[in-house]
């Protein structure tokens, strides 16, 4: 069975501090791990995924198959990233499973 | 391309009845995936079908049923409605096939169950 899980429900720094959201995640084959982004009254879209390994936003994220984790990072957070956010795993045979979700605030 | 359209938008039920909830995934997208996200508990895992089939289903009762036309489009059915199963259910369809696993949501539809 996969699982992920994000520790941290809620998460509130500010403006131009550092910003770290964790996911941790069970699966015994090779994941594709995501991170979702939900802005107030928008729908849910990709942020990044770790196979890409690239930098949106000043975001990124790190697979550490040891860790079984895939936390994000940004190192001086804005007031916009304020925002709902999901890691997820995609088990390449058309599910994915999603964590709780941890909500950001980003404080002037 | 248009992304992923659902319908209805916002409905109120009471208990005991029965709800259609629709999606159309966007063009070419042969996955569609179903999900029930509430406050407390995030976003929950209902089905995925391809090709007008179930490949993956999650743990609901089998009051939520789904299925999938010759179009992609898809439908999802709870019957019996309970209290409980007030939320907003989001659709998200992806490219099967050059699987790269990244879904493309909808904007919901919101069902409370007075």
């Known amino acids: 069975a996969q699982r992920v899980t994000q520790p941290e429900k809620l998460l509130s720094v500010f403006k131009g501090a550092p910003v770290e959201l964790k996911c941790n995640y069970s699966?015994?084959?090779?994941?594709?791990l995501f991170w979702y982004v939900q802005y107030s009254r928008q729908r849910l879209q990709l942020l990044l995924r770790?196979?890409s390994r690239e930098s949106i936003k000043g975001f990124t994220a790190d697979l550490n198959k040891g860790e079984t984790s895939f936390h994000l990072k940004k190192p001086f957070a804005q007031e916009e990233d304020s925002a709902m956010y999901y890691c997820?795993?995609?088990?390449?045979?058309?599910?994915?499973?999603f964590g709780d979700g941890t909500t950001l605030t980003v404080k002037p | 391309k248009a992304g992923v359209t659902q319908t209805p938008r916002y409905l109120i039920k009471t208990r005991g009845q029965q709800v259609t909830l629709s999606c159309s995934p966007i063009?070419?997208?042969?996955?569609v995936s179903w999900y029930q996200q509430t406050p407390g508990q995030g976003l929950q895992f209902l089905f995925e079908?391809?090709?007008?089939?179930?490949?993956n289903k999650g743990n609901f009762p089998g009051r939520f049923s789904g299925r999938q036309f010759s179009n992609s489009r898809s439908e999802m059915n709870v019957s019996t409605l309970e209290l409980g199963d007030s939320a907003l259910y989001l659709c998200?369809?992806?490219?099967?096939?050059?699987?790269?696993?990244?879904?493309?949501f909808g904007e919901g539809s919101r069902l409370t169950v007075l």
């Open positions: 998200a369809s992806s490219l099967a096939g050059q699987d790269t696993g990244e879904l493309f």
């Open positions: 699966y015994s084959g090779s994941p594709e």
């Open positions: 770790h196979i």
């Open positions: 997820a795993l995609n088990d390449g045979a058309g599910k994915s499973t």
């Open positions: 063009s070419g997208h042969r996955s």
């Open positions: 079908y391809f090709s007008e089939t179930q490949r």
